[in-house]
């Protein structure tokens, strides 16, 4: 299940990490100018609509997990033995069928597994706590921080067994964005925030878990600070360096992101449509980069894609609009277009190594309930109008037959849906 990977490009490395003292600590990180990353600037060319799932995906394929209600933005490791998913209250692990197996308690955390797979760890921001479990669950050790950190999110990874990456939920309210913990609990590492904001004192911070600050791909691990233009690869020797640098999509400027205005949400969704401002989260794969954006970043926003092949350096761009489906096609493929096996549109929500998972079927494509039978059977209903939300074309007859049979035996009150996406290498 397991492949290597015999390409990586080549980045100039970026020393942005340093010591942990008392002068040391408050110096800005120095940054090595250099053009040998990827860079996609405004009039980098680009396809627009043009990329389907059949075109990049490798392999399609479903799990029937036995259990109901798993969240949309949860976190997802698919193992060779084991798929283990988190959704910021518990731990849950089931066998390669989607048989329930055991589950952990871990209330306003996060997960991560190691490198080679041999265990995985509990971050727990509330008791400040990292606790490394075996496979079959059983708590191994157990790491209390040394030094208070106001964290949230999505934002743990564990580099290897002795060393702890930790991004802050606030980029511009903290003195840090980025942590380095050993094994003992103790700072060793930090990086100075870049953008210091003293936010109003109504301020809310809203959609922390999206932005996907911290995470893992075959190739090592992955860090993209808030609104930032540039993602970065973290190295087990706590150095940063730029693998891809993209300012086509507009951000949201600092004095106008939602955790530091204090605008009501309806006020700033407004804003950030008038204006183009986006919320970014990265996906990466050996041959793919993808950009997943939307106005504001709020969870009622379509997400638009800019997926860039590092094998011959073409962009696409995949476009979601309500109005145009609607008006144009009549159909929700809200994602990107499924012709695969004429399933539901792909939405990736969470990545493991190589596969890209989307759970149940995405709020996007099925509204603040998910409800995939529904929706592959039915489809959609708005203003009294019923549209399909499934495709009508599949690249083979036996794609479809599959993922027919797939929700032939699928109970909504007792099961919830991983579709899992291999791209092409």
């Given at each position: 299940m397991r492949h290597n990977i015999g390409w990586i490009l080549t980045f100039t490395i970026l020393s942005t990490?340093?010591?942990?003292?008392?002068?040391?600590?408050?110096?800005?990180?120095?940054t090595t100018?250099?053009?040998?990353?990827?860079?996609?600037?405004?009039?980098?060319?680009?396809?627009?609509?043009?990329?389907t799932l059949d075109e990049w995906a490798d392999t399609v394929f479903y799990v029937r997990l036995q259990?109901?209600?798993?969240?949309?933005?949860?976190?997802?490791?698919?193992?060779?033995?084991?798929?283990?998913?988190?959704?910021?209250?518990?731990?849950?692990?089931?066998?390669?069928?989607?048989?329930?197996?055991?589950?952990?308690?871990n209330t306003s955390g996060c997960m991560d597994v190691l490198a080679e797979e041999s265990a995985f760890y509990l971050y727990n921001f509330e008791d400040g706590t990292i606790k490394k479990y075996s496979l079959d669950g059983k708590e191994q050790k157990k790491i209390r921080l040394r030094e208070e950190m106001d964290t949230y999110g999505r934002n743990f990874v564990a580099l290897n067994d002795t060393l702890f990456a930790i991004s802050m939920m606030n980029v511009g309210y903290n003195p840090y964005e980025l942590f380095f913990v050993n094994g003992e609990g103790r700072m060793v590492h930090r990086l100075k925030n870049r953008e210091p904001f003293r936010p109003q004192n109504n301020a809310s911070v809203h959609n922390s878990v999206w932005h996907h600050r911290l995470f893992r791909i075959e190739e090592g691990c992955r860090y993209y600070p808030s609104y930032s233009d540039t993602l970065y690869e973290v190295r087990p020797n706590t150095i940063l360096r730029p693998v891809l640098t993209e300012n086509k999509i507009t951000k949201v400027p600092l004095e106008h992101r939602l955790e530091y205005s204090g605008q009501h949400v309806?006020?700033?969704?407004?804003?950030?449509?008038?204006?183009?401002?986006?919320?970014?989260?990265?996906?990466?794969?050996?041959r793919f980069c993808i950009m997943e954006y939307k106005a504001g970043g709020h969870n009622l926003s379509?997400?638009?894609?800019?997926?860039?092949?590092?094998?011959?350096?073409?962009?696409?761009?995949?476009?979601?609009?309500?109005?145009?489906?609607?008006?144009?096609?009549?159909?929700?493929?809200?994602?990107?277009?499924?012709?695969?096996?004429?399933?539901?549109?792909?939405?990736?929500?969470?990545?493991?190594?190589?596969?890209?998972?989307?759970?149940?079927?995405?709020?996007?494509?099925?509204?603040?309930?998910?409800?995939?039978?529904?929706?592959f059977q039915t489809g959609r209903t708005l203003?009294?109008?019923?549209?399909?939300?499934r495709s009508d074309v599949w690249s083979e007859e036996s794609h479809r037959q599959q993922l027919t049979a797939f929700f032939r035996d699928f109970d909504e009150k007792q099961h919830s849906m991983l579709m899992i996406v291999k791209p092409k290498k």
């Open positions: 990490c340093y010591p942990v003292s008392k002068q040391a600590s408050e110096k800005q990180a120095r100018d250099s053009k040998e990353w990827v860079t996609l600037s405004a009039g980098y060319p680009e396809e627009r609509n043009g990329l259990c109901p209600g798993l969240t949309d933005d949860c976190q997802v490791h698919y193992l060779d033995s084991l798929i283990l998913t988190y959704d910021n209250l518990m731990l849950k692990a089931f066998s390669p069928e989607g048989n329930l197996l055991y589950q952990l308690p309806n006020d700033y969704i407004k804003e950030s449509v008038a204006k183009n401002w986006n919320a970014v989260r990265h996906f990466e794969t050996s379509l997400s638009n894609y800019l997926i860039y092949d590092k094998t011959n350096g073409k962009l696409h761009r995949t476009n979601n609009r309500l109005n145009l489906a609607l008006k144009e096609a009549g159909r929700l493929h809200f994602g990107i277009f499924n012709d695969y096996d004429g399933g539901l549109a792909f939405a990736p929500s969470s990545q493991s190594g190589e596969y890209l998972v989307m759970v149940n079927a995405s709020k996007q494509q099925g509204g603040q309930e998910t409800h995939p039978h529904t929706l203003g009294g109008k019923n549209y399909q939300v």
